[in-house]
C-alpha cells in the first residue's frame, strides 16, 4: 500500500468523526457507540484499533479481553469484534492490517483468538477473510445475542445472528 496507514489507540476526538464517516455510507453508528468503546479502552476491557489512512479515518476492530459469548469467556479466548473499515476504503489492504495487529495483541495472551460474523451477504467479505486467515467453526453452530441457537428455534436474520470461529496462533 502506498499510502500511509497508521494503527494506533482510540482518542476522544476520534468518536465523532467515525459515526459521521459512517453516517456518510448509510451506516448507523451513534456516537454514544464509539463513547462506550473509550470509556471500555480505558478500564483495559477493550482494545479499540483505529485505522488512520493518510491522517483521516478509514476503520476500526475492537478486541473483548472477555467475550459475552460463554464458549468464549470459559476458555478465556479474547474476541474480535466489531470490526468494520469504510466501503470506499475496502480491499486496500486495511482490514488485513487490522487483523494482523489484533492478533499480535491476543497472542500475548491466549494463542487462540475468536470472532464471529454475520451469516448474510453484507458480511460476505469479512467471511472470506476470516476463513482465509485460517479461522475455523467452533462448533456451535449459530448465534443470537451470544447464546447458541438449538434446533427449531425461529429467528429473524439480523445483525444480531453470528457465527462464531477460532484461531490458533
Same mark, same amino acid.
Given at each position: 500500500?502506498?499510502?500511509?496507514? #497508521?494503527?494506533? #489507540?482510540?482518542?476522544?476526538? =476520534?468518536?465523532? #468523526?467515525?459515526?459521521?464517516?459512517?453516517?456518510?455510507?448509510?451506516?448507523?453508528?451513534?456516537?454514544?457507540?464509539?463513547?462506550?468503546?473509550?470509556?471500555?479502552?480505558?478500564?483495559?476491557?477493550?482494545?479499540?484499533?483505529?485505522?488512520?489512512?493518510?491522517?483521516?479515518?478509514?476503520?476500526?476492530?475492537?478486541?473483548?479481553?472477555?467475550?459475552?459469548?460463554?464458549?468464549?469467556?470459559?476458555?478465556?479466548?479474547?474476541?474480535?469484534?466489531?470490526?468494520?473499515?469504510?466501503?470506499?476504503?475496502?480491499?486496500?489492504?486495511?482490514?488485513?492490517?487490522?487483523? =494482523?495487529?489484533?492478533?499480535?495483541?491476543?497472542?500475548?495472551?491466549?494463542?487462540?483468538?475468536?470472532?464471529?460474523?454475520?451469516?448474510?451477504? =453484507?458480511?460476505?467479505?469479512?467471511?472470506?477473510?476470516?476463513?482465509?486467515?485460517?479461522?475455523?467453526?467452533?462448533?456451535?453452530?449459530?448465534?443470537?445475542?451470544?447464546?447458541?441457537?438449538?434446533?427449531?428455534?425461529?429467528?429473524?436474520? =439480523?445483525?444480531?445472528?453470528?457465527?462464531?470461529?477460532?484461531?490458533?496462533?
Amino acid at each position: 500500500m502506498k499510502e500511509n496507514l #497508521e494503527l494506533r #489507540e482510540m482518542r476522544k476526538t =476520534d468518536c465523532k #468523526e467515525i459515526s459521521e464517516s459512517f453516517q456518510k455510507q448509510g451506516w448507523n453508528k451513534p456516537i454514544s457507540q464509539y463513547e462506550q468503546y473509550l470509556y471500555l479502552q480505558k478500564m483495559g476491557k477493550r482494545d479499540i484499533i483505529i485505522a488512520e489512512l493518510n491522517q483521516g479515518f478509514a476503520g476500526y476492530l475492537t478486541i473483548k479481553w472477555e467475550s459475552d459469548y460463554k464458549p468464549f469467556r470459559i476458555n478465556r479466548i479474547p474476541e474480535i469484534a466489531d470490526f468494520n473499515v469504510l466501503k470506499k476504503h475496502q480491499r486496500l489492504g486495511i482490514g488485513t492490517r487490522l487483523m =494482523d495487529e489484533a492478533e499480535k495483541r491476543i497472542k500475548r495472551v491466549s494463542n487462540i483468538a475468536g470472532i464471529g460474523f454475520g451469516v448474510y451477504k =453484507d458480511y460476505g467479505a469479512a467471511q472470506i477473510l476470516y476463513i482465509n486467515r485460517g479461522y475455523k467453526p467452533d462448533g456451535n453452530g449459530l448465534v443470537k445475542n451470544s447464546i447458541p441457537l438449538k434446533y427449531g428455534d425461529v429467528i429473524t436474520i =439480523d445483525d444480531s445472528i453470528v457465527f462464531c470461529l477460532t484461531k490458533k496462533l
